[in-house]
């Protein structure tokens, strides 16, 4: 327990990605964790402390092989950029390993529109090896020999296997270790193993492995079993790159399968062993967009438990779509078919109701969100009331105890404290001042044709309703607006301003009109 509360600090550190990082803190909690993980440990908390070494660094590096077309999902996109849980699956596979050793000693295969998976990965400043033409798994290492070559071990991903948790790659890391091993392989035992590799151990109980078989090659007899391979795996370096040149695609796919240097370590008389995953769940891969999807429900229900366990309140949790990377706080309560994604945080006792969709969005304590809203890009401060049918568009700052109504839209306009703007109102390029009102069917004309104009309206001032305020335009401190007003020029603080048609009363004049019709 200890040592797991030590790595959510360290993981802290390394997410908050700025210098102001609590020195004491991070060593006593390496203290207390380096003699459990040693080595690895050691290193990851000096890169998050940015005190590399480089020595050290030699030791280990991780390549994720994601250089596949992923043919059997039909799409254009490539394989590993298909998302789950809000994320392309490859950016889950990245942020498993950055948890393990620095980005840098990340080594990411592409082949396949290699530029568009560099580019979407980018930001996580890990290294890139081309797969210029891909022949098979075992063909991406190859195409790795130089990146590695320097490295005593290296840990192998797959892409495509997302759900992969950073602590079971440790095990492998750690069993690999113990077993001084040239080959580790991460098997499990999956309901149904169809289309995956299987395992020939050398006896059934004991850890040494004989071979990989492919589905698509498996003999008579050896379709019963059940043990898969996951395409996660750990190597010596030095063993790996001596039997890698030896592939063939003398195979059912003509491919060169990482799977059989398992094969080709043991006829050179190496240690090859395996290590079966508790839960096979965590190493499903995506083939198809049948799996993806099954994988995305798998890591949205894993997301909403995690958050319940951390005292929210999700009424119905497999109607939610719910993000990998959200934030609740404890006692919010979310109600069925709300979405919550991108970077979204929600603060505690907020009530988010159902049909709304959240993204990217922070909201403070004691919100109420009702139904059907839509919130994008924008902040919600304390005690605020939006909806239902409210639309936040991007930019929005909604202050302390603010209303927005039912079909009120905003962007990028800032409410004050206690403003409200109830009813059937757009309020664009705006600054609303504290507790000022804002009168249904108010509209801000931001927009000439060409540019967008600011409106500012100061606090505590009442603007009426059916009131357009052409942009640019200031109302002052305290101000009121006639309902019905097309407000043209700036309105001084503590004033009235009326801008409409005066009313006209002609007496009896229906009763004129009636009697002449009847007339006729
Ligand atoms: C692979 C394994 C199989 C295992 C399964 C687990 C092989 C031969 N088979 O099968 O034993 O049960 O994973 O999910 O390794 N890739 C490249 N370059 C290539 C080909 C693939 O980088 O030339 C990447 C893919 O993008 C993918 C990963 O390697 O991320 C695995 O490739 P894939 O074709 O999906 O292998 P599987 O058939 O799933
Ligand atoms: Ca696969």
């Known amino acids: 327990m200890k040592h797991r509360i030590c790595i959510y600090q360290l993981e802290a550190y390394s997410f908050s990605q700025n210098s102001r990082i609590d020195k004491a803190l991070c060593d006593a909690a390496l203290a207390s964790f380096s003699d459990l993980n040693g080595h690895t440990t050691m290193r990851k908390a000096k890169f998050w402390m940015g005190e590399r070494s480089m020595a050290e660094d030699t030791k280990l590096a991780i390549v994720i092989m994601a250089a596949g077309k992923g043919t059997r999902l039909k799409s254009q996109r490539p394989k590993v950029l298909h998302e789950i849980g809000g994320k392309p699956l490859l950016a889950h596979v990245i942020a498993a390993a950055s948890r393990i050793v620095a980005p840098t000693d990340i080594f990411v295969v592409v082949g396949h529109e290699a530029e568009k998976v560099r580019e979407a990965m980018a930001l996580t400043g890990v290294r890139f090896v081309e797969q210029f033409e891909q022949h098979g798994t075992g063909h991406a290492i190859q195409c790795a020999r130089r990146a590695i070559k320097d490295y005593d071990n290296i840990l192998v991903l797959s892409g495509d296997v997302p759900l992969i948790r950073t602590e079971t790659i440790q095990q492998v890391w750690q069993f690999h270790q113990a077993q001084q091993a040239a080959m580790t392989i991460l098997t499990a035992a999956p309901e149904d193993p169809t289309g995956y590799g299987r395992i020939l151990r050398r006896t059934p109980e004991s850890p040494e492995v004989e071979a990989i078989v492919e589905q698509k090659d498996l003999a008579a007899g050896q379709q019963e079993i059940r043990e898969i391979n996951s395409g996660v795996y750990a190597f010596q370096t030095a063993p790996l790159l001596e039997q890698i040149g030896k592939l063939t695609a003398d195979n059912a796919h003509q491919e060169l399968y990482l799977t059989d240097v398992a094969g080709l370590l043991r006829a050179a008389g190496k240690r090859v062993v395996a290590i079966k995953a508790d839960d096979a769940t965590e190493v499903l891969g995506a083939n198809t967009i049948a799996e993806l999807v099954a994988l995305d429900s798998v890591l949205r229900a894993a997301t909403a438990n995690r958050l319940m366990a951390e005292g929210v309140t999700i009424f119905r949790p497999e109607t939610c779509v719910i993000d990998a990377d959200v934030e609740v706080e404890a006692d919010a309560v979310i109600e069925p078919f709300v979405q919550l994604l991108g970077h979204t945080k929600i603060g505690a006792g907020c009530l988010?109701?159902?049909?709304?969709?959240?993204?990217?969005?922070?909201?403070?304590?004691?919100?109420?969100?009702?139904?059907?809203?839509?919130?994008?890009?924008?902040?919600?401060?304390?005690?605020?009331?939006?909806?239902?049918?409210?639309?936040?568009?991007?930019?929005?700052?909604?202050?302390?105890?603010?209303?927005?109504?039912?079909?009120?839209?905003?962007?990028?306009?800032?409410?004050?404290?206690?403003?409200?703007?109830?009813?059937?109102?757009?309020?664009?390029?705006?600054?609303?001042?504290?507790?000022?009102?804002?009168?249904?069917?108010?509209?801000?004309?931001?927009?000439?044709?060409?540019?967008?104009?600011?409106?500012?309206?100061?606090?505590?001032?009442?603007?009426?309703?059916?009131?357009?305020?052409?942009?640019?335009?200031?109302?002052?401190?305290?101000?009121?607006?006639?309902?019905?007003?097309?407000?043209?020029?700036?309105?001084?603080?503590?004033?009235?301003?009326?801008?409409?048609?005066?009313?006209?009363?002609?007496?009896?004049?229906?009763?004129?009109?009636?009697?002449?019709?009847?007339?006729?």
């Open 352 to 520: 988010i109701r159902s049909y709304t969709v959240i993204e990217s969005c922070t909201l403070g304590r004691n919100v109420l969100v009702q139904q059907s809203s839509v919130l994008t890009d924008s902040t919600v401060a304390d005690g605020a009331k939006i909806g239902p049918f409210a639309h936040l568009r991007p930019g929005s700052e909604i202050g302390e105890e603010a209303h927005v109504g039912n079909f009120v839209e905003t962007k990028k306009t800032k409410l004050g404290k206690g403003a409200k703007a109830n009813h059937l109102t757009y309020l664009g390029d705006a600054e609303v001042g504290e507790r000022t009102n804002i009168g249904a069917g108010t509209i801000t004309c931001n927009y000439d044709g060409v540019h967008k104009h600011a409106t500012h309206i100061g606090k505590n001032a009442f603007v009426g309703s059916d009131t357009t305020l052409v942009a640019p335009i200031k109302v002052g401190d305290g101000a009121y607006i006639g309902a019905g007003s097309c407000i043209t020029r700036d309105v001084p603080a503590d004033s009235l301003a009326v801008g409409r048609g005066r009313q006209v009363v002609k007496d009896g004049w229906a009763a004129v009109l009636r009697a002449s019709r009847e007339k006729k």
